[in-house]
Each structure stands twice: as C-alpha cells, then as structure tokens.
C-alpha cells in the first residue's frame, strides 16, 4: 500500500531545527559572504562564484541526504 503521507522537508526542520539549518543555509550563507566579501574588495569574482554554486550543491545533496536518513528513521519507527 502506497502512503502519501511521508516525512517532508517540513517535519525534518521541526525534529531537528539545527542540524537541518546548519546544513542547509550555513554553506548557502558562507558562499553568500565569500561572493559580498570578493565583490567588496575587489577580486575576481569567477573563482569565488565557482566556490559558492559548489557551496550551493553541497548543501542541496547533504539536505538530500538528510531528508532520506529522516525519512527511512521515521518508517523503521526510531523517531516516534
């Protein structure tokens, strides 16, 4: 039987506010401020921008993987 009722993004936030917001926008802010930092002083902007869409993936493939492990914890029962 096929449940549409899964663990969202939503849940996962609520259960673990810190870990979800530090993994999530703490690499996405760093990137931020690496790009304001290199705009501000002056530098090139291509590697700095290169390092923040890498921040970018970085957060949304951890938070991938977050939301899975929260998903399979929920379903097995271990976060009731």
């Known amino acids: 039987m096929v ?3 899964q663990p969202s993004f939503l849940r996962m ?3 673990f506010p ?6 999530t926008l703490g690499p996405l802010a760093v ?27 970085f ?5 991938s993987y977050h939301l ?3 998903r399979r914890r929920t379903l097995v029962g271990e976060l009731d």
Do not use: E, I, K, Y
């Open 3 to 5: 449940t549409h009722d």
């Open 13 to 15: 936030c609520q259960a």
């Open 18 to 23: 810190v870990r979800t917001g530090l993994f």
């Open 31 to 57: 990137g931020l401020a690496q790009v304001c930092n290199a705009a501000f002083h002056g530098s090139t902007l291509w590697p700095v921008v290169a390092v923040a869409v890498a921040m970018g993936v």
């Open 59 to 63: 957060s949304f493939l951890v938070t």
């Open 68 to 70: 899975a492990s929260f």
